[in-house]
């Protein structure tokens, strides 16, 4: 096998007063990441369900003339981009509209407004809103590497709703692109490249046929996408989709499809699971080779229990090291109906 699975297990031995005072293991996994190598851990789950927020009130609040991304106000509120860049300063798809981010985390840096309407709830995003919107970011990539012929790295980036890090409720994605790569696209790049001199395959080709043979976290397939949950999962649940492009050369208007059929299956899990909110990322190699491929991410994003508790903690941020409630095996029997 080319690809290890490799887990430790550790047990914790306490009285436990809910079970009068018996003696008993609580059990912990540590996951290796099998690109990377880095840890994640499976912890107990207590069996809580996840109970979503009602974002109506805020969205009332902040829609219409509060909005920058309001239909009556994204072409005032907005900013434009240099005609040299894009003539007539923003790309426009439908309800679409891409346009420079005020704030930027990158040296390119578009955020393409999805809709007209202010608050999308997830099973009312379309497969049609969907491809327009992604495919708006793609155009924006292909423009920026045109002009930037130094833009190395790309990547599509959505954070949806507050509990995702989400500033504005109006459903918007991030699209960055520069030279200089984020800490995930440098790990990527390079644990890629190790893997294919060390077993001369795609790590990424090579994942996806490995996890539909064995079929513990296996998904399914949408198109021209293999969906798997991630072994080593960077949070409650992590889902891998694996294009059958290795670079922004190959991506067409199917995989754009694809991609948007696929978010609307998860999105039909999500609301069965209690789940709102959600971080996706969306990795573009530049110029083809043969160790990357086309890659997309996708974790739902929660708060926990009566105080609205944040899903992320020291452990995430100090330690780097990912804390999961769901057993990867376990999700993964949940999700694969949703795409039958």
Same mark, same amino acid.
Request: aromatic share 12%.
């Given at each position: 096998?080319?690809?290890?699975?490799?887990?430790?297990?550790?047990?914790?031995?306490?009285?436990?007063?809910?079970?009068?005072?018996?003696?008993?293991?609580?059990?912990?996994?540590?996951?290796?990441?099998?690109?990377?190598?880095?840890?994640?851990?499976?912890?107990?789950?207590?069996?809580?369900?996840?109970?979503?927020?009602?974002?109506?009130?805020?969205?009332?609040?902040?829609?219409?003339?509060?909005?920058?991304?309001?239909?009556?106000? #994204?072409?005032?509120?907005?900013?434009?981009?240099?005609?040299?860049?894009?003539?007539?300063?923003?790309?426009?798809?439908?309800?679409? #509209?891409?346009?420079?981010?005020?704030?930027?985390?990158?040296?390119?840096?578009?955020?393409?407004?999805?809709?007209?309407?202010?608050?999308?709830?997830?099973?009312?995003?379309? #497969?049609?809103?969907?491809?327009?919107?992604?495919?708006?970011?793609?155009?924006?990539?292909?423009?920026?590497?045109?002009?930037?012929?130094?833009?190395?790295?790309?990547?599509?980036?959505?954070?949806?709703?507050?509990?995702?890090?989400?500033?504005?409720?109006?459903?918007?994605?991030?699209?960055?692109?520069?030279?200089?790569?984020?800490?995930?696209?440098?790990?990527?790049?390079?644990?890629?490249?190790?893997?294919?001199?060390?077993?001369?395959?795609?790590?990424?080709?090579?994942?996806?046929?490995?996890?539909?043979?064995?079929?513990?976290?296996?998904?399914?397939?949408?198109?021209?996408?293999?969906?798997?949950?991630?072994?080593?999962?960077?949070?409650?649940?992590?889902?891998?989709?694996?294009?059958?492009?290795?670079?922004?050369?190959?991506?067409?208007?199917?995989?754009?499809?694809?991609?948007?059929?696929?978010?609307?299956?998860?999105?039909?899990?999500?609301?069965?699971?209690?789940?709102?909110?959600?971080?996706?990322?969306?990795?573009?190699?530049?110029?083809?080779?043969?160790?990357?491929?086309?890659?997309?991410?996708?974790?739902?994003?929660?708060?926990?229990?009566?105080?609205?508790?944040?899903?992320?903690?020291?452990?995430?941020?100090?330690?780097?090291?990912?804390?999961?409630?769901?057993?990867?095996?376990?999700?993964?029997?949940?999700?694969?109906?949703?795409?039958?």
């Amino acid at each position: 096998m080319k690809i290890q699975f490799r887990k430790e297990v550790e047990y914790f031995t306490l009285h436990d007063p809910m079970q009068d005072g018996k003696l008993i293991d609580r059990q912990t996994e540590i996951r290796f990441d099998p690109l990377t190598g880095e840890t994640a851990r499976i912890l107990f789950d207590p069996g809580a369900p996840f109970t979503p927020t009602d974002f109506s009130e805020e969205a009332a609040a902040t829609a219409g003339k509060k909005c920058p991304f309001c239909p009556e106000n #994204v072409f005032d509120s907005t900013p434009r981009f240099p005609d040299e860049l894009i003539e007539g300063g923003r790309l426009i798809h439908g309800e679409a #509209v891409a346009f420079p981010n005020l704030f930027p985390y990158s040296k390119h840096n578009a955020v393409v407004r999805m809709s007209d309407q202010h608050f999308v709830r997830l099973d009312e995003f379309t #497969v049609p809103l969907l491809k327009e919107a992604f495919m708006t970011a793609h155009q924006y990539v292909e423009k920026v590497v045109e002009f930037d012929p130094k833009t190395t790295y790309a990547s599509i980036n959505w954070n949806y709703l507050p509990p995702s890090g989400g500033s504005i409720i109006h459903p918007h994605i991030h699209v960055l692109a520069s030279e200089h790569p984020t800490n995930y696209q440098a790990k990527i790049t390079s644990s890629s490249r190790q893997f294919k001199e060390r077993e001369g395959v795609s790590y990424f080709e090579t994942l996806a046929a490995e996890e539909k043979i064995h079929g513990e976290r296996w998904i399914g397939t949408k198109g021209s996408i293999d969906w798997t949950h991630a072994f080593a999962p960077v949070s409650h649940a992590d889902f891998i989709g694996v294009f059958d492009a290795a670079s922004i050369q190959d991506l067409t208007d199917d995989h754009y499809e694809s991609l948007a059929e696929s978010l609307t299956s998860f999105f039909s899990y999500f609301k069965q699971m209690g789940i709102n909110s959600f971080n996706l990322g969306l990795f573009i190699p530049l110029s083809a080779s043969k160790e990357e491929r086309v890659h997309v991410r996708l974790i739902p994003r929660m708060t926990i229990g009566m105080l609205k508790t944040s899903d992320m903690n020291v452990f995430n941020y100090l330690h780097g090291e990912p804390l999961s409630l769901k057993a990867p095996e376990d999700v993964a029997k949940v999700v694969q109906p949703h795409f039958a």
